[in-house]
């Protein structure tokens, strides 16, 4: 039997990714990359909804001030941000720089993989702005069939 290199195995268990199953790790990235927090987040760093958008609705990807991201996620708890942010750092989707500042000065910014992902959550993002009233509407009449 032949002998696998670390980057052979790992080769091949990129292959074997299959989201259908309980076990693969990409479950648990989908699970993540999926969460709404995630998604105003990778939005929010990537520029959308930036003071000057551009003509598709976005503006350019710039790092934001933890409260600046705060603000701008209207809803979002002080402990959801945190650990969001945290996972997301983990994953490599996001930098964290701290300056040493009185009082300590930290931003975060999307990394080349967040920006790769950002343009796919901000498609999402674009599309559930642009049918919320059809879906509203269909809710709406599902209701009333039941009622």
């Not at 987040?41 to 001030?65: H, K, Q, T």
């Not at 996972?87 to 720089?97: A, C, M, N, Q, V």
Request: hydrophobic residues 40%; positive net charge.
């Amino acid at each position: 039997m032949a002998t696998r290199t670390a980057a052979q195995k790992r080769a091949q268990a990129k292959a074997e990714y299959d989201a259908f199953l309980a076990v693969c790790p990409s479950r648990q990235l989908l699970d993540r990359i999926s969460d709404k927090w995630v998604t105003l987040i990778l939005c929010a760093l990537g520029g959308d909804g930036s003071p000057r958008p551009g003509p598709d609705g976005s503006g350019e990807p710039r790092p934001m001030r933890y409260s600046e991201l705060s603000r701008r996620l209207a809803g979002v708890s002080q402990k959801m941000l945190t650990q969001t942010l945290r996972s997301l750092e983990r994953d490599g989707l996001l930098i964290r720089t701290a300056v040493p500042t009185v009082p300590v000065t930290v931003t975060y910014e999307l990394t080349d993989l967040g920006l790769s992902l950002h343009g796919a959550v901000r498609t999402i993002k674009a599309w559930a702005e642009a049918h919320m009233d059809d879906v509203l509407a269909n809710r709406e009449a599902h209701d009333a069939r039941d009622a």
